[in-house]
Structure formats: C-alpha cells, structure tokens
C-alpha cells in the first residue's frame, strides 16, 4: 500500500469519525509521525498534503530536518530533555510533551533568545501508568499557574498517550477525561484549545472524543523498524 493511499484511507476514517461525533473533520489536523522513517517517504507524505510531521528524538529532527527540504509544521511529541531543547527550539512548530518546569522554562529562555514564543501542550499521563510521561490531572492546574508568566512560551492544550489495549474502545475513557480536564480549565479561564490524542490504534475514538491534533505514524508508513 503507497503513502499516498494510506493517508487516504486515515483522512477517511478521520472525516467518519468527526463525523459520528456532530464534528467538522476541518477542526483535526493530521500530525505523520515520521520517527524512523527517511526523507524519502516523509516526502511522499508530505507531496500527498500533509502538512504537520511529528518527531520524538531531538537528534532526529537535527539530522532531517535540513534535509527534508518541504515547507512543513515539525512536531515535537516525545519526551524532551533539558539539555536538547537548544537543537529543536528554532525547528519546531510546536513541543506536545512538556511535563516539568525546569523544561517549560529551558524551552521559554532558548524561545525568548529567538524572539519567539513555543507553542507548547502539557503533557497530561491520564491513565496512571507508570512508564508513561506527564503530570498527573490534578497538578495540571498548578503547573498551568507556575508557567503562566513565562514569556517565551505559551500553553495552548493538552496531550495524552492512552495505553496500548487491543480493543481501542477500551481508551475511550482516557481521552474523554482530558478533553473533561479541558473543559474544566478552560472554564477557570485557560486558553487551552488543543488536545492532542490518538495514534494508530485509536485515533478515531480520540476523534469522536475530542482530539484536535492526532498523531499517526504505523497506519500512514507501516510497522517501523527501530534497528535500522
Ligand atoms: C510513535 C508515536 C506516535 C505514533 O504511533 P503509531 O502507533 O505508529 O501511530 C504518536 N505519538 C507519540 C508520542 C509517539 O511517540
């Protein structure tokens, strides 16, 4: 199956289950997640419209962000570093996984030096487990106050990674409570319109609950192969 073909068949569901859900398909945007993956094919992905790529190592996105040579959005969705922040800062549209102050303020000193402001989500670990990144739901708000006054970056939503379950209904509760996360902050007065939610497996329960942003990677460039 080409790229071109599966990113056909991702927007596809993605319109059914916006649709399924009384949303506009227009209010999700397609993140390809191209970690692993070479230039060529994310490429391919992008002369087929996509126009926002993701990218978890900030070694990857050093070493092909040069190369890529496509007007693009570049997502910054895994766990960062301190001490890598300086190598995506100036590449990245926005930073998805932030979850400590010491980073939210490394990523807002290096912004300010650029005389920007990162868009940035708080990394939300919603289903508790304890491999996954992200603050717990109920320090969301405290963190959101800490980093308020930070100049050179600002909050815009939340993200999660549901728990990898066979059955994707099954993280259906985990996106609904951190678009109910949302819901909530944003009635104390945040600005936090993006949630950021749902991969291969279960991008279109996130749609139907809310996401704004989905990350997909396996669905759009099959299985990666990490020992290449
Ligand atoms: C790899 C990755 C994805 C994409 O995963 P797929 O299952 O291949 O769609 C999404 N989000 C994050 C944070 C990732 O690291």
Do not use: C
């Not at 993605?14 to 070479?38: F, N, P, W, Y």
């Not at 070694?59 to 962000?65: G, N, W």
């Not at 329960?205 to 990677?217: I, S």
Request: without cysteine.
């Amino acid at each position: 199956m080409s790229i071109r073909t599966n990113i056909g068949q991702v927007r596809d569901k993605i319109g059914k289950a916006a649709q399924r859900s009384g949303r506009d398909a227009s209010a999700v945007t397609l993140i390809a997640v191209t970690k692993t993956h070479e230039e060529e094919a994310m490429r391919e992905a992008v002369d087929a419209g996509i126009t926002d790529i993701g990218e978890n190592k900030a070694q990857e996105v050093r070493q092909k962000y040069p190369l890529l040579q496509r007007d693009v959005h570049w997502h910054f969705i895994g766990h960062l570093q301190r001490n890598k922040v300086k190598y995506v800062i100036d590449k990245v549209a926005m930073i998805h996984s932030v979850d400590s102050l010491s980073l939210a303020r490394e990523i807002s000193k290096r912004a300010e030096r650029l005389d920007r402001v990162m868009p940035a989500l708080v990394e939300v670990n919603v289903s508790g487990e304890k491999s996954k990144h992200g603050l717990v739901p109920d320090d969301v708000r405290s963190f959101l106050e800490e980093v308020k006054d930070l100049p050179g970056i600002r909050f815009q939503g939340l993200m999660t990674m549901a728990p990898y379950v066979e059955d994707p209904e099954q993280t259906r509760p985990v996106f609904r409570a951190l678009r109910e996360l949302q819901e909530t902050l944003l009635s104390q007065g945040y600005q936090l319109e993006v949630l950021s939610m749902g991969m291969t497996n279960d991008f279109e329960v996130a749609v139907e609950e809310g996401a704004t942003h989905v990350r997909v990677g396996t669905a759009i460039f099959g299985v990666r192969d990490y020992n290449q």
